[in-house]
């Protein structure tokens, strides 16, 4: 059965308002719009506006001129308007997740009682933090008769580019911790799932947070992404995506020198120890590989398996996958939704093409969906492959799909060096029973995060981010501010 749509969300599909610029929702300068498709159908769900440079000109322009008034707020009063954007974002956890299923594909449950209760949480969480971002006293190592002190300040106008697998949650990621350190933002949402970032500025505007302190512009990269990206007037850019599109950022941002924080692309290790619980593993592995339809970068779905449990764990792994129920984000009985767009399920299939022809087996999968209820949609069969080895497409490649390749190793120092070898280092996942190894090789796997017998944790206070070619800078927690401040250092002589 399928959860109704509410006459909120009904309403807003009507009609979703344009961009979002100084305070005030417009059409784009030359009127032009982009459809939204619905994955479960491939039908329009609706349009919206498709921004151009000159709208980015425009959106930069309004957030410069809000800066001095958003500095000058009262610390307390700029708090006291991300606490009641979270709250009021939690009231409408069910209109926010009905829009983002509908949009993004994925199940309902996921998205209210997920994505839109942790995006509350995010602005709550950075709310706390605006009363607290002093700087410090110090003392001259020589003695000079001096008193110094530092102040943290904004960097200024902060571009926010955000990627579609995750649309309203990454709008907190960036949002939140900007907002706190008192600058203003251009927020550009993917052109494939742009609806509850339309919503949440809507939201802004009822709160009455100042004109241009949020705008929000929709478009394609080209279009909107690229001229926000290279903008001589935005001091930072934060992205999150694939590396593809990251390097083109570095690129852009040497015109003016900008400051960046790249979160991107990841092909996450998870190793299975013998002496591991198998059915937390088995479980928590799933979880790893198949969440959000496996369009996280996250993903740990390259799962290496000591060979004295392989092939019971493969066996296991396989019965859950082929539990997975295919089928719309609002169907109650759906475990699982289709890919974002026929882009996305097409590139995912070719790569599963690649590891058969490349000689890897699929235990459950590797097939194209042939169910007529689920053809008009972008939906690919979840997979599981075997016998995958490190030189294959499927091992290096962020598949972002619903594909998890499991492969034996004998020895801790081979499973390290299997997990290592790949240019990404953002996750990874231990299993053991061995609170010693599991120390030992969380220190020695090249990652920005380590979960041990758990998979995809996450919390506001927690810091986040990779290493190696799956970016830099940091998001959650105390350290996700730091991007977002600058310091400066006021000598002031005594003598």
Same mark, same amino acid.
Do not use: H
């Given at each position: 059965m399928d959860t109704p749509v509410l006459p909120a969300v009904k309403e807003f599909l009507s009609g979703p308002p344009g961009l979002f610029i100084g305070g005030e929702f417009r059409p784009s300068a030359d009127g032009a719009t982009l459809p939204v498709l619905d994955p479960a159908n491939g039908e329009q769900l609706c349009a919206v506006a498709a921004g151009t440079a000159a709208d980015i000109d425009a959106a930069v322009a309004a957030a410069r001129a809000a800066l001095p008034g958003w500095q000058a707020m009262a610390p307390s009063e700029r708090a006291d308007l991300l606490w009641r954007l979270g709250e009021a974002l939690a009231e409408r956890a069910d209109e926010f997740?009905?829009?983002?299923?509908?949009?993004?594909? &994925?199940?309902?449950?996921?998205?209210?009682?997920?994505?839109?209760?942790?995006?509350?949480?995010?602005?709550?969480?950075?709310?706390?933090?605006?009363?607290? %971002?002093?700087?410090?006293?110090l003392a001259p190592a020589s003695g000079m008769p001096m008193h110094v002190y530092t102040r943290r300040e904004p960097v200024g106008v902060v571009g926010a580019i955000i990627p579609w697998n995750f649309p309203l949650l990454m709008c907190g990621y960036k949002l939140g911790p900007a907002l706190a350190a008192g600058n203003t933002v251009v927020l550009k949402p993917a052109e494939q799932t742009p609806l509850s970032a339309l919503r949440l500025a809507r939201l802004v505007d009822e709160l009455g947070f100042p004109p241009g302190v949020v705008n929000v512009v929709t478009g394609d990269g080209?279009?909107?992404? #690229?001229?926000?990206?290279?903008h001589p007037d935005v001091d930072k850019i934060t992205f999150t995506g694939e590396n593809s599109t990251g390097r083109k950022i570095i690129a852009a941002s040497a015109g003016n020198m900008k400051r960046l924080s790249l979160e991107l692309g990841g092909k996450s290790p998870s190793l299975v120890f013998d002496d591991a619980d198998l059915d937390a593993a088995v479980e928590g592995t799933f979880g790893a590989v198949y969440f959000n339809q496996g369009q996280c970068c996250i993903a740990g779905a390259r799962v290496f398996v000591h060979s004295g449990i392989h092939d019971e764990f493969v066996a296991r792994l396989a019965?859950?996958?082929?539990?997975?129920?295919?089928?719309?984000?609002?169907?109650?009985?759906?475990?699982?939704?289709?890919?974002?767009?026929?882009?996305?399920?097409?590139?995912?299939?070719? %790569?599963?093409?690649?590891?058969?022809?490349?000689?890897?087996?699929a235990v459950v999968g590797g097939d194209k969906i042939t169910d007529p209820a689920l053809a008009p949609g972008f939906y690919v069969r979840p997979t599981l492959f075997t016998g995958a080895t490190p030189d294959m497409r499927i091992m290096r490649e962020e598949i972002f799909g619903p594909v998890a390749m499991v492969a034996k190793f004998d020895t801790e120092e081979e499973a390290v060096d299997l997990a290592n070898d790949t240019a990404f280092g953002l996750a990874s996942g231990i299993w053991t029973r061995d609170v010693r190894r599991s120390h030992r090789v969380a220190a020695a796997i090249k990652a920005g995060v380590v979960w041990v017998n758990t998979y995809g944790m996450f919390d506001v206070a927690i810091p986040y981010g990779g290493? &190696?070619?799956?970016?830099?800078?940091?998001?959650?927690?105390?350290? #996700?501010?730091?991007?977002?401040?600058?310091?400066?250092?006021?000598?002031?002589?005594?003598s």
């Open positions: 997740g009905q829009l983002e299923s509908l949009d993004n594909g &994925k199940p309902l449950g996921e998205s209210a009682e997920l994505d839109v209760p942790l995006c509350a949480s995010l602005f709550k969480y950075y709310a706390g933090w605006v009363t607290k %971002l002093g700087g410090e006293s080209p279009s909107a992404g #690229a001229p926000l990206a290279a019965e859950r996958v082929a539990e997975v129920r295919l089928g719309p984000g609002l169907s109650d009985e759906s475990t699982m939704g289709p890919l974002v767009s026929a882009e996305q399920r097409d590139r995912v299939e070719e %790569l599963i093409r690649s590891g058969l022809a490349e000689g890897a087996e290493f &190696k070619a799956s970016g830099y800078g940091k998001e959650l927690g105390r350290e #996700a501010l730091d991007p977002y401040l600058q310091t400066k250092t006021v000598w002031v002589g005594l």
